[in-house]
Nanobody, 117 residues
């Protein structure tokens, strides 16, 4: 059974930082592209950051220079370090494991991030 379990969300003031974690089980983690997506109320889910099995990363323009994605294959975990948070970063953040070549993907349950003073 595949499980992706996110943690690390919460309430933070503007300018603050959070680190999200996503622990995966039931998959060969190292061969999956891992991504963080977010969905704000009334908006579509959007890509935040993604890291391929080989380590290549890409980011949404809105988070470049503020967020960093990283993976630890030994721990089957992907992280999202979020700095200089803004109110517009408020959303539910989801972890996704993706094998585009074979059409396989899995989602986590999401973790709420709220940026507010």
């Amino acid at each position: 059974q595949v499980q992706l379990v996110e943690s690390g969300g919460g309430l933070v003031q503007p300018g603050g930082s959070l680190r999200l974690s996503c622990a995966a089980s039931g998959i060969m983690f190292s061969i999956y592209t891992m991504g963080w997506y977010r969905q704000a109320p009334g908006k579509q889910r959007e890509l935040v950051a993604r890291i391929a099995s080989g380590g290549t990363t890409n980011y949404a323009d809105s988070v470049k220079g503020r967020f960093t994605i990283a993976r630890d294959n030994a721990k089957n975990t992907v992280y999202l370090q979020m700095n200089s948070l803004k109110p517009e970063d408020t959303a539910v953040y989801y972890c996704k494991a993706d094998r585009v070549a074979v059409g396989l993907y899995y989602w986590g349950q999401g973790t709420q991030v709220t940026v507010s003073s």
